[in-house]
């Protein structure tokens, strides 16, 4: 047989996806556009009957890229999702009660001689003569007064590099993603999946069996199955690594309400920290989606639903949707023909809007490991590295809002500021709080600007600063950063309501 007609044979023809909630049609949306018609067969099998978590409707800039990519026209997406625009999230009460920050997109202030620009600013503020860090980050600056805009071709401004993501009703976006994939040849099925059959030969998966009796072959399964992690661990038995030492809050209740009537509809997700857990807040365009993210050891379903309706500002819409996880990741989310996309892959609580973007980088990285010719074990194994590795670095991010506190009013935020975390965030903050250095690492997600942002937010105090910092006379920092500040300033004054803006340009 000759190398083509080898690789012919090896080729994938049929793609079977479990599961249609975001995970799987994000999924089903990208490998139709970017394989096309011809490619193969892509079919998507959902239940109605198990319905989906409802829930991920924060997400972070990168989601920009995933709408390129499939070519999405933003305005009609914004519209058909309710979608509101995202600047960053507002954290309140983590350091201390009555205490807030922002984690804004997008830098604080700019570099000046190759030194980040942080590093004048602490030198600055350690003697009281600086603003908060806050005041240099437009992001920041805009979404404390409701203002948006898209970013602005003008130069070395700050408006030119606005960064942005969305708030959307989380089932909305799978049914738009849904009706995208269809109308490019993606079949969808419905049917409860009750039996995988395992090859005897190799134990990769051979066929699926439907409630309805069905059974359907394929060459690649994609398991987006959610929490239940049908495919992978159900039939695969493929192992997991349990993270709640360092994430312990293991529950959510989700409830939306009715927004209240208000002139400023702010461009952020809002998270406040409780006595246990914490409750996020998104605004929507047509309504607020609300929930407590809480550790069952130390809160009751019952007194979850209180904490979380007391603290809401309209009507609830609907009843309380519950979810529970283990906070963790599949000890391999790619293993033989089956590649674990979503909750069912792994789960870090959704404190930093980082779920939807899992599953982009999924699907990323899939396709660049994209099994043309048959399935290669270096492949896979690369992208079960990259996948662990990406999300250890955000929980190790998300880690850090527990981890840096200055609050014991409870055993939960004890617990969290005596726990041990990884050596990796340990050595980040010990690095940080001597003289103030951060160093993105592995490509992480998170980079040098939202590291600072949280650690400084947090209360983590560096002792010093960058000593190049003192090449400059402090007279002359002084004149820079004051320049950046009124920039800024002045820049926010320029932009419009984000409610104007949506209503001139992407209303529902
Ligand atoms: C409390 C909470 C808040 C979150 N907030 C955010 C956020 O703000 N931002 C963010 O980016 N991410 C967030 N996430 C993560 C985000 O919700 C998920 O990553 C995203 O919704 C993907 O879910 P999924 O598609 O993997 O699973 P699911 O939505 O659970 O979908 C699973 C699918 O599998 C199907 N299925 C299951 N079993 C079978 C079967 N036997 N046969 C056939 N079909 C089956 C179901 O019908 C469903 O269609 C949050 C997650 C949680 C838990």
Request: include cysteine.
């Amino acid at each position: 047989m000759n190398q083509a007609t080898a690789n012919q044979q090896k080729k994938i023809n049929n793609i079977v996806i479990v599961g249609g909630g975001t995970a799987g049609w994000m999924t089903a949306a990208t490998l139709a556009k970017v394989l096309g018609k011809n490619y193969c067969d892509i079919r998507l099998i959902e239940s109605d009957q198990i319905g989906t978590v409802s829930v991920g409707e924060a997400t972070i800039p990168q989601i920009s890229l995933f709408n390129k990519i499939l070519g999405i026209d933003e305005n009609d997406f914004v519209k058909k999702t309710q979608a509101t625009f995202k600047l960053g999230i507002e954290f309140v009460d983590w350091t201390k009660k009555g205490g807030g920050y922002m984690h804004p997109f997008g830098d604080h202030g700019t570099a000046m001689d190759a030194i980040q620009f942080h590093h004048y600013w602490l030198k600055m503020h350690q003697q009281g003569k600086s603003p908060d860090l806050e005041q240099y980050s437009l992001a920041a600056v805009a979404a404390r007064q409701g203002k948006f805009m898209r970013p602005q071709n003008m130069g070395n401004s700050p408006l030119s590099q606005i960064n942005y993501a969305f708030h959307f009703d989380a089932t909305l976006y799978a049914d738009y993603l849904r009706d995208f994939a269809v109308e490019r040849g993606v079949i969808r099925s419905e049917g409860k999946v009750i039996d995988v059959s395992l090859r005897d030969s190799d134990g990769f998966i051979d066929s699926l069996l439907l409630e309805s009796g069905e059974r359907v072959a394929g060459d690649l399964f994609i398991d987006c199955t959610g929490f239940k992690a049908l495919l992978i661990e159900g039939a695969m038995k493929t192992g997991f690594i349990d993270w709640s030492d360092v994430l312990p809050c293991d529950t959510a209740v989700a409830m939306p309400c009715k927004a209240k009537e208000t002139d400023v509809l702010y461009p952020f997700t809002q998270a406040k920290a409780q006595k246990s857990g914490w409750i996020w807040r998104i605004p929507l365009q047509h309504r607020v989606g609300n929930g407590y993210v809480y550790p069952s050891k130390f809160v009751s379903d019952e007194e979850a639903v209180n904490i979380l309706t007391a603290q809401m500002e309209g009507e609830p819409i609907g009843k309380p949707n519950f979810l529970r996880w283990t906070t963790g990741v599949r000890k391999k989310s790619w293993n033989k023909n089956c590649v674990a996309i979503g909750l069912s892959a792994g789960f870090v609580e959704p404190l930093e809007s980082t779920g939807l973007h899992l599953i982009q980088s999924s699907i990323a990285k899939l396709m660049s490991l994209f099994p043309h010719q048959g399935f290669d074990q270096t492949d896979i194994d690369t992208y079960n590295a990259q996948t662990k590795t990406d999300l250890e670095y955000i929980r190790d991010f998300i880690v850090l809002h527990y981890k840096a506190t200055d609050r014991d009013d409870s055993e939960f935020w004890r617990y969290c500021q005596n726990m041990k975390v990884s050596d990796r965030l340990q050595a980040k903050m010990d690095l940080y709080q001597k003289n103030g250095r951060i160093f993105r690492q592995d490509n992480e997600l998170f980079n040098e600007t939202s590291w600072l942002a949280v650690m400084h937010g947090q209360g983590l105090n560096p002792q010093g600063y960058h000593p190049l910092v003192d090449i400059l006379s402090e007279e002359e920092i002084a004149r820079r950063l004051e320049h950046i500040y009124s920039v800024i300033q002045k820049s926010v004054d320029t932009m419009p309501m984000q409610k104007d803006f949506i209503a001139k340009y992407c209303k529902a």
